[in-house]
């Protein structure tokens, strides 16, 4: 079975600069998870999806970050315009649908704005 | 505040030897707990779950035990070996509401 893509995997973008992160999940996966991790600690949760539809993202700064899922499969996470500490690895996951599921993570992409 | 700890410090341990990872939080109400592994440029994968029913679970060398009195989950790997050696995540879910990881702790096991 395929896992969760992710890509790019690497992207090093200036101050104020936007950029788009791209997530495939596992197929047959009803929930979508973006997390932001930064360097020393564990992940956060930025945005939850059941299909197309949000569960939370009581956690995503809504004024420059932004994602979507259409057609209940792939996600696009975007920042706009990016801050120096939005440097950090995203992470895509997805789950059977049901709160209990473990959810298996893409390998991540690491952002570095500079 | 709501905290989940895990030893900020590395684990340094002989192969061979069983390793012993804590996990402890405070102000949650977990309805589970889940432990993940996370090697240096992937994303965590899930190891084991949890329930707050549940005293301990197995998973050929791997425990997990939870004490909800102490507001503590162990993590035991037995006969630990160079492969096992990562960061270990442990996460707790209250009912309704989203993952939550700690910091994680980083095991190296030597030869």
């Known amino acids: 079975e395929a896992g969760v893509a992710q890509s790019p995997r690497y992207k090093i973008i200036e101050k104020r600069q936007s950029v788009a992160f791209w997530c495939n999940p596992i197929s047959g996966h009803a929930t979508l998870y973006w997390y932001q991790q930064i360097l020393g600690q564990g992940p956060k949760l930025l945005i939850q999806?059941?299909?197309?539809?949000?569960?939370?993202d009581s956690q995503l700064p809504k004024d420059r970050f932004s994602a979507e899922r259409l057609k209940g499969v792939d996600s696009t996470l975007k920042i706009q315009p990016a801050k120096l500490e939005d440097s950090a690895v995203y992470l895509c996951?997805?789950?059977?649908?049901?709160?209990?599921?473990?959810?298996?993570f893409g390998p991540g992409t690491r952002l570095t704005v500079t | 505040s709501q905290k989940i700890e895990q030893n900020s410090e590395a684990l340094n341990i002989q192969e061979g030897k069983t390793a012993t990872l804590t996990c402890n939080y405070t102000?949650?109400?977990?309805?589970?707990l889940q432990w993940y592994r996370q090697d240096p440029g992937r994303g965590p994968v899930f190891l084991l779950l949890?329930?707050?029913?549940?005293k301990e679970k197995r998973k050929e060398r791997l425990k997990v035990t939870f004490d909800t009195t102490l507001k503590q989950s162990l993590f035991h790997i037995t006969a630990s070996q160079p492969a096992d050696s990562a960061t270990y995540l442990c996460?707790?879910?209250?009912?309704?509401?989203?993952?939550?990881f700690g910091a994680g702790t980083i095991l190296r096991v030597k030869s």
């Open positions: 949890i329930r707050e029913n549940e």
């Open positions: 999806f059941q299909n197309n539809g949000v569960v939370d």
């Open positions: 996460a707790i879910m209250e009912y309704g509401n989203k993952l939550v």
């Open positions: 996951a997805s789950s059977l649908a049901g709160t209990t599921r473990e959810q298996y």
């Open positions: 102000n949650y109400s977990p309805a589970y």
